[in-house]
């Protein structure tokens, strides 16, 4: 039972320090400290300790010898890395959406939400960079794998990530939009290798981005 109770409290303080992290609460190269954590769970530093050893495994946070725990600050290089694994979850995750002819309907919505946004005078960065988060988040979840929920969660993606080196243009916009768009037609049509194909387009167009700028260093 208390092995049940210590590892549930793991879990929270886990769930809550990563959201806070994905969220940017927490700033990049922010230290974590184990007894303002403590306090705050109201527990012993044991399952604070836990949580971020795992926080570590999963490439949210470092962990320096002597010195203590600090959220990572992903370079240039890492994010084209984690883009060239995304775009292959995701080409995964639409082709699994085609072969079971999910419902479309919820995307729809948030790219319309997403054309209001560039439509406006004065680009909402914040709201387009959330709503841009979800887009891609329910693509992968209405694939119902759960194996590659968790692949995909692991990817340390939040809403700067997705939007990095990528500038808020009216055109950028308008170039994202129509790329969602054929992957929205190609789920309504059941047409799993176009999904692929587009999803690849889409996103490796996103890794070349970040290949560019790795470069200049």
């Not at 549930?8 to 990049?28: F, G, P, R, V």
């Not at 969602?180 to 059941?190: E, S, T, V």
Request: glycine share 6%; hydrophobic share 35%.
């Amino acid at each position: 039972m208390h092995d049940v109770k210590s590892r549930s409290l793991i879990d929270t303080i886990y769930q809550n320090l990563k959201n806070d992290i994905l969220q940017e609460k927490l700033a990049k190269g922010e230290k974590l400290s184990e007894n303002t954590l403590a306090q705050e769970f109201h527990c012993s530093r044991t399952p604070v300790r836990e949580s971020l050893k795992r926080l570590e495994q999963d490439g949210f946070i470092v962990i320096v010898p002597h010195s203590g725990s600090y959220v990572k600050d992903s370079t240039k290089n890492e994010y084209q890395q984690l883009t060239e694994v995304r775009a292959y979850l995701e080409a995964l995750a639409i082709r699994l959406d085609c072969h079971n002819r999910v419902s479309a309907q919820q995307l729809e919505e948030l790219l319309d939400e997403m054309d209001t946004i560039g439509e406006s005078g004065t680009i909402d960065i914040q709201l387009f960079n959330t709503l841009h988060y979800r887009f891609h988040y329910n693509l992968v979840h209405l694939a119902n794998n759960q194996l590659l929920d968790q692949m995909w969660g692991r990817l340390n993606l939040n809403e700067s990530v997705l939007m990095s080196y990528q500038g808020l243009s009216k055109a950028g916009i308008k170039k994202t939009q129509t790329e969602h768009r054929r992957l929205i037609q190609a789920i309504k049509n059941g047409n799993a290798k176009d999904g692929e194909k587009c999803m690849l387009l889409h996103l490796w167009r996103k890794r070349e981005q970040f290949r560019a700028e790795a470069q200049k260093g």
